[in-house]
């Protein structure tokens, strides 16, 4: 298992933040989601399938910037 973290440019609209969690969620592999609203930090442990790659490519499709 794998951790990662992607940072964000925001993180601070409860909306967005709940289909944020729920999207990745929902990945294939993806074992917790954990965000951070104050360092704007997604950590998130995951194994094969998921990769990093199309985890922030999941975040990016939702409007983030990934930095």
């Known amino acids: 298992m794998q951790t990662q973290t992607i940072q964000v440019s925001e ?3 409860q909306t967005k933040l709940e289909l944020l969690n729920q999207t990745l969620a ?4 993806v074992k917790s989601v954990q ?3 104050d360092d704007h930090v997604i950590t998130i442990k995951f194994e094969t399938p998921a990769s990093l790659n199309n985890l922030e490519k999941a975040v990016y499709d939702l409007g983030y ?3």
Not at 26 to 29: F, L, S
């Open 65 to 67: 910037t990934v930095l």
């Open 26 to 29: 929902e990945i294939d592999g």
């Open 35 to 37: 965000m951070d609203t």
């Open 11 to 13: 993180l601070n609209d």
